[in-house]
């Protein structure tokens, strides 16, 4: 199973989700807001109302609520409900409305990525049709939502070892990697585009070379060093190469020296002639050293032991 594939599985995880509500067409819905609920309803000629309603802003791991009404009400008024995702039903209830209002209601934790249909109907009617779609919190201070992102990043290849519900060192790097891999600003700064991103499923580094076995690759343009295994990426790092130029090219690796050296490389694989990937304190967003590829000390130790001595490593631009 391919990178995407498993992706696409991981989103379909238990895990919750936020919602924002997409536009309707005028002919088909009007919305509604108020400091308390987001609001948007869907009135067909059929005669079923559909509302997706949660306090506001929703955001990941919050519950929704879909309410509804049929146009006449009566003892036997039976509704079907259905919530698909991606175009695969997700959800199908029979609820029974109100015989005096009409009402009906459905709770409901969404999971999963990324667009949503809830429909509902009587037999014999045009469903009312309600779209929308997931978003990511505005801002990210630790916590569950925070765990999730921390999951999320590590199953993308962004992180490694074990992670937590702290905003930390590891998060901001893996941002960073995660930015640099689909054009995003080279910064450390969260932004909820790229929670949806993740929760997408789409989030991952497409390694340049797929092949068995294992290789590492530099991008050069990027700025990106990735661990690859059988066609995917199993640590994917923002890195700095050469100010005055990297060799691009194919080598294997030669050398391995543990901790410091009196230069200041830490954790040395050297692959051609006295060039290295290695931990240095500093890690710019920009091409700072004499030609090495420099990585974050942080995970200097996990790519040492990641690599052996052979393996192949690709420099390209």
């Known amino acids: 199973m391919g990178q995407r594939a498993r992706r696409g599985l991981f989103a379909g995880a238990a895990l919750a989700l936020a919602l924002a509500l997409s536009a309707l067409p005028a002919s088909a819905a009007a919305g509604t807001a108020s400091s308390d609920y987001l609001t948007s309803n869907a009135s067909p000629l059929g005669g079923t109302t559909l509302t997706l309603q949660h306090r506001g802003p929703a955001e990941i791991m919050e519950r929704v609520v879909l309410r509804g009404s049929v146009a006449i009400p009566g003892p036997n008024q039976w509704v079907s409900v259905s919530v698909s995702r991606e175009g695969k039903t997700i959800r199908e209830r029979v609820l029974r409305a109100d015989p005096e209002s009409g009402r009906f209601r459905m709770r409901m934790r969404l999971k999963g990525c990324c667009e949503y249909l809830a429909r509902a109907w009587q037999a014999g009617e045009a469903p009312a ?189």
């Not at 692959?271 to 590829?293: L, R």
């Not at 690599?307 to 690709?314: A, E, K, N, S, V």
């Open 129 to 317: 049709s309600l779209p929308f779609a997931l978003s990511g919190p505005a801002e990210l201070s630790g916590g569950p939502r925070t765990l999730l992102f921390n999951k999320l990043l590590r199953r993308e290849g962004y992180v490694i070892g074990d992670v937590g519900s702290e905003f930390d060192e590891r998060t901001a790097l893996g941002i960073m990697a995660l930015r640099k891999t689909h054009g995003f600003d080279w910064t450390e700064a969260y932004a909820p585009e790229l929670f949806e991103l993740l929760l997408s499923g789409e989030g991952g580094f497409e390694p340049a070379h797929d092949e068995p076995g294992r290789h590492v690759e530099v991008d050069i343009s990027r700025q990106l060093m990735a661990l690859v295994e059988d066609g995917e990426p199993a640590g994917v790092f923002h890195v700095s190469t050469g100010s005055g130029g990297t060799p691009r090219g194919q080598w294997s690796f030669y050398s391995k020296v543990p901790g410091y050296n009196a230069i200041g490389m830490y954790y040395s694989a050297f692959y051609d002639g006295n060039y290295a990937t290695h931990g240095y304190e500093s890690v710019p967003t920009y091409p700072a050293s004499h030609g090495c590829t420099r990585n974050p000390p942080i995970y200097s130790v996990f790519i040492y032991d990641w690599i052996d001595l052979g393996d192949t490593i690709y420099v390209y631009d």
